[in-house]
């Protein structure tokens, strides 16, 4: 790293800053001080800026950095990520999007505590929710910690400290100050952001081989140093059946795990209407699905201009496949265009992850607030106080994340963005299915349903490779490996669905036949949604 690209980096950083700092600032000054303004921003979004804010809650830094990193390292078994990232929002579209925002009110708890009892439902589902935003949130950390101390120059800890630190407080400061609204604008900034730089790289690759795609594919496969294999499937999970099977648990947890996602679900909450809503989707997965299909070049690109040897170098996972394809578009480390496109792609890294950090700190923070502070408390308090509870709790977030961050800062935490998929299409999922869709689904089956997947998807990940038990692991000096797979999806998904099930038809309780008429008709209908 040369002074230059670590000068502009920083002043783009800054500038990011301000501009957001001001945006919360703005908002701050407008809200009305209720739990509606709070959590959902007044529900005042058009569908197309709530796409675009969608968009940004789902662009993390780990699609921008590690998808193209993959693809850079794996060719088509990487690219595999995109898919199953882009195909997941079929299930959102046609599912849930609508039916969640006629139903709920501010969080996931509200679809299903519907025609529940609230208490249980409330904490079990609060908790999932919370468990899901944590997990997301410590990989988000960590990842800023990581991409400034290395632009900064920090080969110790003192640059990942301190940059942890830095955007726990920013974190806790958008949310708490601005609430649903500041986060949206944010989104909305971070998204114009990330596709305008996207497109350039991409078009600076396409024109690199003239436009020519089969050149490009043909040169990342040469400079790969795998051949025509970098083309097929299987360099990375082809080469037994634990790892065929650890592909389909993955793409299991990543389809199924978006429409579980609390920070996603809680943005159908910030439109007017139903419509609104599904539109808001078609929308993001259209700048989704652009977007998807632009890392798959800049993955290729990588490994065509930079090498897949020098990538993994730089980075064994890959993550700096990206930063370092703009560098060399740009002429090389000694130009000026070189230096310029890095610092860019250095800042829209960095903002793509403060935006990210926003909407999960306030989707955590609305569900110990509004499920597990409401459901705990002796007694109703007014709306005022519940915001109040939200602002704390995105606070007591915060330094927690800032605690977890700074204890994994040395730790490869790339798995976490995975089990939190893992965990929410476990708990998350099937609840919310059955809630909307069954008519004799009771309030044991809902707890059970959580629990049923929570717990075996946690339990299941410390027991795997990813933990101990091999030199990858998090804890390479111990070994209570008993798990074959990394991501616990394809046991844990099907066992939340069959503890929910299960938790029916045991159940002494009579389902609500009523409720449930009265929940399908506001569903489909939308008549009584607030």
Same mark, same amino acid.
């Given at each position: 790293?040369?002074?230059?690209?670590?000068?502009?980096?920083?002043?783009?950083? *800054?500038?990011?800053?301000?501009?957001?700092?001001?945006?919360?600032?703005?908002?701050?000054?407008? /809200?009305?001080?209720?739990?509606?303004?709070?959590?959902?921003?007044?529900?005042?979004?058009?569908?197309?800026?709530?796409?675009?804010?969608?968009? %940004?809650?789902?662009?993390?830094?780990?699609?921008?950095?590690?998808?193209?990193?993959?693809?850079?390292?794996?060719?088509?078994?990487?690219? &595999?990520?995109?898919? %199953?990232?882009?195909?997941?929002?079929? #299930?959102?579209?046609?599912?849930?999007? =609508?039916?969640? /925002?006629?139903?709920?009110?501010?969080?996931?708890?509200?679809?299903?505590?519907?025609?529940? /009892? =609230?208490?249980?439902?409330?904490?079990?589902?609060?908790?999932?929710?919370? !468990?899901?935003?944590?997990?997301?949130? #410590?990989?988000?950390?960590?990842?800023?910690?990581?991409?400034?101390?290395?632009?900064?120059?920090?080969?110790?800890?003192?640059?990942?400290?301190?940059?942890?630190?830095?955007?726990?407080? &920013?974190? #806790?400061?958008?949310? +708490?100050?601005?609430?649903?609204?500041?986060?949206?604008?944010?989104?909305?900034?971070?998204?114009?952001?990330? &596709?305008?730089?996207?497109?350039?790289?991409?078009?600076?690759?396409?024109?690199?081989?003239?436009?020519?795609?089969?050149?490009?594919?043909?040169?990342?496969?040469?400079? +790969?140093?795998?051949?025509?294999?970098?083309?097929?499937?299987?360099?990375?999970?082809?080469?037994?059946?634990?790892?065929?099977?650890?592909?389909?648990?993955?793409? &299991?947890?990543?389809?199924?795990?978006?429409?579980?996602?609390?920070?996603?679900?809680?943005?159908?909450?910030?439109?007017?209407?139903?419509?609104?809503?599904?539109?808001?989707? #078609?929308?993001?997965?259209?700048?989704?699905?652009?977007?998807?299909?632009? !890392?798959?070049?800049?993955?290729?690109?990588?490994?065509?201009?930079?090498?897949?040897? =020098?990538?993994?170098?730089?980075?064994?996972?890959?993550?700096?496949?990206?930063?370092?394809?703009?560098?060399?578009?740009?002429?090389?480390?000694?130009?000026?265009?070189? !230096?310029?496109?890095?610092? @860019?792609?250095?800042?829209?890294?960095?903002?793509?992850?403060?935006?990210?950090?926003?909407?999960?700190?306030?989707?955590?923070?609305?569900?110990?607030?509004?499920?597990?502070?409401? +459901?705990?408390?002796? /007694?109703?308090?007014?709306?005022?106080?519940? @915001?109040?509870?939200?602002?704390?709790?995105?606070?007591?977030?915060?330094?927690?994340?800032?605690?977890?961050?700074?204890?994994?800062?040395?730790?490869?935490?790339?798995?976490? @963005?995975?089990?939190?998929?893992?965990?929410?299409?476990?708990?998350?999922?099937?609840?919310?299915?059955?809630?909307?869709?069954?008519?004799?689904?009771? !309030?044991?089956?809902?707890?059970?349903?959580?629990?049923?997947?929570?717990?075996?998807?946690?339990?299941?990940?410390?027991?795997?490779?990813?933990? *101990?038990? %091999?030199?990858?692991?998090?804890? $390479?000096?111990?070994?209570?490996?008993?798990?074959?797979?990394?991501?616990?999806?394809?046991?844990?998904? $099907?066992?939340?669905?069959?503890?929910?099930?299960?938790?029916?038809?045991? *159940?002494?309780?009579?389902?609500?036949?009523?409720?449930?008429?009265?929940?399908?008709?506001?569903?489909?209908?939308?008549?009584?949604?607030?």
């Amino acid at each position: 790293m040369t002074q230059d690209h670590r000068a502009l980096a920083l002043l783009l950083f *800054s500038v990011f800053i301000a501009i957001t700092l001001a945006i919360t600032t703005w908002a701050g000054r407008n /809200r009305r001080g209720s739990a509606e303004e709070f959590y959902a921003g007044g529900r005042l979004f058009s569908p197309m800026e709530n796409g675009f804010a969608i968009a %940004g809650d789902y662009m993390s830094a780990a699609s921008f950095l590690g998808i193209s990193g993959l693809i850079a390292l794996f060719g088509y078994d990487g690219m &595999l990520y995109s898919v %199953g990232f882009l195909v997941a929002w079929l #299930v959102v579209l046609f599912l849930v999007a =609508e039916l969640v /925002r006629n139903c709920g009110r501010f969080t996931l708890a509200d679809v299903v505590a519907a025609r529940m /009892r =609230e208490r249980p439902v409330r904490i079990a589902v609060g908790t999932s929710s919370v !468990t899901v935003s944590v997990l997301y949130l #410590v990989a988000q950390m960590v990842g800023a910690g990581t991409l400034v101390a290395l632009l900064l120059g920090g080969d110790g800890g003192a640059a990942q400290t301190w940059t942890v630190i830095g955007v726990g407080a &920013l974190m #806790v400061i958008y949310v +708490s100050f601005g609430g649903m609204r500041a986060t949206t604008w944010i989104q909305i900034v971070k998204s114009v952001l990330l &596709l305008g730089g996207t497109i350039a790289l991409t078009v600076l690759v396409l024109l690199r081989f003239h436009g020519d795609i089969d050149r490009l594919l043909l040169s990342a496969a040469e400079h +790969s140093g795998h051949g025509q294999a970098f083309l097929a499937p299987g360099l990375r999970y082809g080469g037994d059946w634990t790892s065929r099977f650890d592909f389909i648990s993955l793409g &299991l947890a990543l389809v199924l795990g978006t429409a579980g996602l609390p920070h996603i679900l809680s943005r159908f909450y910030t439109v007017p209407t139903a419509c609104a809503a599904r539109r808001s989707v #078609v929308w993001a997965i259209g700048l989704i699905g652009g977007f998807y299909l632009m !890392t798959i070049v800049l993955g290729f690109g990588a490994a065509a201009i930079v090498g897949t040897a =020098e990538v993994r170098a730089s980075n064994a996972a890959g993550n700096t496949a990206v930063p370092l394809l703009a560098l060399d578009l740009g002429g090389g480390a000694d130009s000026t265009a070189g !230096t310029v496109l890095f610092a @860019v792609v250095a800042a829209v890294a960095f903002a793509t992850i403060l935006a990210v950090v926003a909407g999960i700190t306030l989707a955590s923070s609305a569900s110990v607030a509004h499920d597990l502070y409401a +459901s705990l408390r002796r /007694r109703g308090g007014k709306a005022r106080s519940e @915001v109040t509870v939200a602002r704390l709790a995105a606070v007591g977030i915060g330094v927690v994340a800032i605690g977890l961050g700074l204890l994994a800062r040395d730790l490869n935490v790339a798995f976490l @963005v995975g089990l939190a998929f893992a965990v929410a299409a476990s708990a998350n999922l099937p609840v919310l299915l059955y809630s909307l869709f069954w008519r004799d689904f009771t !309030t044991r089956g809902a707890v059970w349903s959580v629990y049923g997947g929570l717990i075996p998807a946690m339990v299941l990940v410390a027991l795997s490779p990813v933990v *101990s038990g %091999g030199p990858q692991s998090l804890f $390479p000096g111990v070994d209570f490996q008993y798990f074959p797979l990394d991501n616990p999806g394809i046991v844990s998904i $099907p066992l939340g669905f069959v503890a929910g099930w299960l938790g029916t038809v045991t *159940s002494p309780e009579a389902p609500d036949e009523a409720k449930h008429a009265e929940t399908e008709v506001r569903s489909l209908t939308g008549a009584g949604a607030v």
